[in-house]
């Protein structure tokens, strides 16, 4: 067994303009850091519509072809863009995390990175923000429950921002336990503690601008972990955003790269416990290159050193 690496050249198709943070560059310095590493490289297919269906309506679907541009760039909202191929990235995007649970599930791999972009997860069920089109991690989880034939999984998102999107789209499924930790306040403005959704299987973890990585570690184990423990899910997703790192320009926590190794060790652990070990994870936030490839390296090779 060993760890799959999924990802695809469209992931570079996906243009924003000059000085954006959510840029080409992100997926280099990621790709670039896992170089050398034993992974099982895997290219993403294109999501099926079925899959992304489970998440979206077709009317948003249609929606964002419609506005695709011939040329240029289009904005759909202050922060996020289309060009020719950003819903060849997009589609592709989903497609990995869809892709990295057949692997996982399938016996084909231990656990799973997928590192493509745009990333997804404050995609809401008809709306782009946040740099996000689609709900990548969201339509994975969908894929494990309706096709696998899962009863319940969890998502872990560490990203730095609430993922406000991934939270619209499964916190009416009780089969899903969603768990976020993130900066407070920050954009998006959502994820107050006091939000547990419908169901109760939302757990929103508000951190403060200076927390570091030992207490975003304490809020792992002592308001996530338990909640993963009596969920007792059969798969971990994790939304993996970099941008908690002290040298991200976009927020205000203050983890070093090797906190994310800790972060993805506990995770882990969790998983080893309850789900075999079975774990998919999927690229969101971390706009300060260098601290993004030193934490993603750092996250997938605990992955890596698990799966084997």
Same mark, same amino acid.
């Given at each position: 067994?060993?760890? @799959?690496? /999924?990802?695809?050249?469209?992931?570079?198709?996906?243009?924003?303009?000059?000085?954006?943070?959510? #840029?080409?560059?992100? $997926?280099?310095? %990621?790709?670039?850091? *896992?170089?050398?590493?034993?992974?099982?490289?895997?290219?993403?297919?294109?999501? @099926?519509?079925?899959?992304?269906?489970?998440?979206?309506?077709?009317?948003?679907?249609?929606?964002?072809?419609?506005?695709?541009?011939?040329? =240029?760039? +289009? #904005?759909?909202?202050?922060?996020?863009?289309?060009?020719?191929?950003?819903?060849?990235?997009?589609?592709? @995007?989903? =497609?990995?995390?869809? +892709?990295?649970?057949?692997?996982?599930?399938?016996?084909?791999?231990?656990? @799973?990175?997928?590192?493509?972009?745009?990333?997804?997860?404050?995609?809401?069920?008809?709306?782009?923000?946040?740099?996000?089109?689609?709900?990548?991690? !969201?339509?994975?989880?969908?894929?494990? *429950?309706?096709?696998?034939?899962?009863?319940?999984?969890? /998502? /872990?998102?560490?990203?730095?921002?609430?993922?406000?999107?991934?939270?619209?789209?499964?916190?009416?499924?009780?089969?899903?336990?969603?768990?976020?930790?993130?900066?407070?306040?920050?954009?998006? =403005?959502?994820?107050?503690?006091?939000?547990?959704?419908?169901?109760?299987?939302? %757990?929103?973890? !508000?951190? +403060?601008?200076?927390?570091?990585?030992?207490?975003?570690?304490?809020?792992?184990?002592?308001?996530?972990?338990?909640? %993963?423990?009596?969920?007792?899910?059969?798969?971990?997703?994790?939304? !993996?955003?970099?941008?908690?790192?002290?040298?991200?320009?976009?927020?205000? $926590?203050?983890?070093?790269?090797?906190?994310?190794?800790? %972060?993805?060790?506990? /995770?882990?652990?969790?998983?080893?416990?309850?789900?075999?070990?079975?774990?998919?994870?999927?690229?969101?936030?971390?706009?300060?290159?260098?601290?993004?490839?030193?934490?993603?390296?750092?996250?997938?090779?605990?992955?890596?050193?698990?799966?084997?």
């Amino acid at each position: 067994m060993t760890t @799959a690496l /999924i990802t695809h050249p469209d992931g570079f198709n996906h243009s924003t303009p000059p000085g954006h943070p959510e #840029q080409v560059a992100r $997926l280099d310095a %990621v790709l670039g850091a *896992l170089e050398g590493m034993d992974l099982l490289r895997l290219k993403a297919p294109m999501a @099926a519509e079925a899959d992304l269906l489970r998440v979206h309506p077709k009317s948003y679907l249609d929606g964002l072809r419609e506005d695709l541009p011939e040329h =240029g760039r +289009r #904005q759909l909202d202050a922060d996020t863009w289309l060009s020719p191929g950003s819903l060849g990235a997009a589609w592709r @995007a989903a =497609g990995a995390a869809i +892709r990295a649970v057949d692997a996982v599930l399938g016996g084909e791999a231990a656990n @799973a990175f997928c590192a493509m972009r745009p990333p997804g997860h404050h995609a809401e069920t008809e709306t782009a923000m946040g740099f996000c089109l689609l709900g990548n991690v !969201a339509a994975a989880a969908k894929h494990a *429950l309706d096709h696998h034939g899962l009863s319940r999984v969890a /998502i /872990i998102d560490f990203d730095v921002h609430h993922g406000n999107g991934t939270q619209d789209l499964v916190e009416d499924d009780p089969r899903i336990l969603f768990c976020s930790t993130h900066e407070m306040p920050l954009y998006p =403005g959502t994820g107050d503690p006091s939000d547990t959704g419908p169901h109760g299987t939302v %757990v929103n973890v !508000a951190l +403060r601008a200076g927390c570091d990585g030992a207490g975003m570690l304490a809020a792992l184990e002592e308001k996530v972990s338990p909640r %993963v423990v009596a969920h007792r899910p059969e798969l971990i997703l994790v939304s !993996a955003g970099f941008d908690a790192h002290r040298d991200d320009p976009l927020a205000g $926590l203050m983890l070093e790269a090797e906190d994310f190794a800790r %972060v993805t060790a506990r /995770i882990c652990d969790l998983a080893a416990d309850l789900c075999s070990g079975r774990v998919v994870s999927a690229l969101e936030g971390g706009y300060d290159l260098e601290a993004l490839g030193a934490s993603a390296a750092a996250h997938v090779r605990i992955l890596e050193e698990r799966g084997r």
